[in-house]
């Protein structure tokens, strides 16, 4: 059975700083991308980062450059997003996706390409 678990979403204040870990299981992580999503209240889900475990290759949505790392750890089948400089805007629920390494490259940071998603995670940023 696949799993994606999200955790680290909270409370923080703008300028801070978060770590969420996103938990996958039920599939060759090494094969597969994770992708970070997020979706604010009233808005569309958007795409914010995407490492494929295959190359280690990265994406980021503009408005999160400079401010979020993506990165993986194999030896846990986790992937992480460094989350710093939070603005208001950051507020959402972050959800991680899976899908296959190949299949993520036409379009990591749209929703059509991903087979699995995880519950997500709060993300609530206050002045």
């Known amino acids: 059975e696949v799993q994606l678990v999200e955790s680290g979403g909270s409370l923080v204040q703008t300028g801070g700083s978060l770590r969420l870990s996103c938990a996958a299981s039920?599939?060759?992580?090494?094969?597969?991308?994770i992708g970070w999503f997020r979706q604010a209240p009233g808005k569309e889900r958007e795409g914010v980062s995407c490492?494929?475990?295959?190359?280690?290759?990265?994406w980021y949505a503009d408005s999160v450059k400079g401010r979020f790392t993506i990165s993986t750890d194999k030896t846990k089948n986790t992937v992480y997003l460094q989350m710093n400089m939070l603005k208001l805007e950051d507020t959402a629920v972050y959800y991680c996706?899976?899908?296959?390494?190949?299949?993520?490259?036409?379009?990591?940071?749209?929703?059509?390409?991903?087979?699995?998603w995880g519950q997500g995670t709060q993300v609530t940023v206050s002045s």
């Open positions: 039920g599939f060759n992580f090494r094969d597969y991308a």
């Open positions: 996706a899976a899908t296959h390494g190949l299949t993520v490259v036409a379009g990591p940071l749209l929703e059509w390409p991903y087979d699995y």
């Open positions: 490492i494929n475990n295959r190359d280690v290759n990265t």
